[in-house]
T-cell receptor
Framework: AQSVTQLGSHVSVSEGALVLLRCNYS??????LFWYVQYPNQGLQLLLK??????LVKGINGFEAEFKKSETSFHLTKPSAHMSDAAEYFC???????????????FGQGTILTVHP | EAEVAQSPRYKITEKSQAVAFWCDPI?????LYWYRQILGQGPELLVQ????????DSQLPKDRFSAERLKGVDSTLKIQPAELGDSAMYLC??????????????FGPGTRLTVL
């Protein structure tokens, strides 16, 4: 079974400050890892994904995440927060890249990011 | 860019009534997912289709929920009868190539269900 734990249900930063959202996973097979963003009353948008290539993954909107197998972590970072980054962020794990092998996403509980002016 | 369509966006119903949600995936996407997202939690997979076949419905409460994708294109999720605990966002997603060239799940805007 796979699972994801997001540490901190709420994170608050000042505009221009570093954003760090934490994600730890559990998987019995080499995982595929994803970060999604969700704005109020909208669906999820993929920020980035790790699929066993480079351990440092760059995504959209200046976000990146580093896969650390020894720590079973996939933390999301952004050097400088912008007001438009305020949203809820979800980390997810799958045993495949999705679609084939019945690739199923297991999501964490989510982290709400607040950005103060 | 093509999008996953869902309707209605919002639905308010009374307990014991029947409700239905519709999803139209991105054209050509064979794999379709329905998720339920309870407020304050991450999405949870209810059912996954490959074309018209169900490949995973292990988390679908089959006594009251049903899902179909008759022609392997659009899909309907039904709840009958609705219960108070069914209040949630219902998300549809389909899987296929994105603008990056890699396959990913594309999510629709969701249907927000409120059961009174």
């Amino acid at each position: 079974a796979q699972s994801v734990t997001q540490l901190g249900s709420h994170v608050s930063v000042s505009e221009g400050a570093l954003v760090l959202l934490r994600c730890n996973y559990s998987s019995s097979v080499p995982p595929y890892l994803f970060w999604y963003v969700q704005y109020p009353n909208q669906g999820l948008q993929l920020l980035l994904k790790y699929t066993s290539a480079a351990t440092l993954v760059k995504g959209i909107n200046g976000f990146e995440a580093e896969f650390k197998k020894s720590e079973t972590s996939f933390h999301l970072t952004k050097p400088s927060a912008h007001m438009s980054d305020a949203a809820e962020y979800f980390c997810a794990v799958s045993d495949s890249a999705g679609g084939t092998s019945y690739g199923k996403l297991t999501f964490g509980q989510g982290t709400i990011l607040t950005v103060h002016p | 860019e093509a999008e996953v369509a869902q309707s209605p966006r919002y639905k308010i119903t009374e307990k014991s009534q029947a409700v239905a949600f519709w999803c139209d995936p991105i054209s050509g996407h064979a794999t379709l997912y329905w998720y339920r997202q309870i407020l304050g939690q991450g999405p949870e997979l209810l059912v996954q289709f490959q074309d018209e076949s169900v490949v995973d419905d292990s988390q679908l409460p089959k006594d009251r929920f049903s899902a179909e994708r008759l022609k392997g294109v659009d899909s309907t999720l039904k709840i009958q009868p609705a219960e108070l605990g069914d209040s949630a966002m219902y998300l549809c997603a389909s899987w296929g190539a994105g603008t990056s060239g890699y396959n990913e799940q594309f999510f629709g805007p969701g249907t927000r269900l409120t059961v009174l």
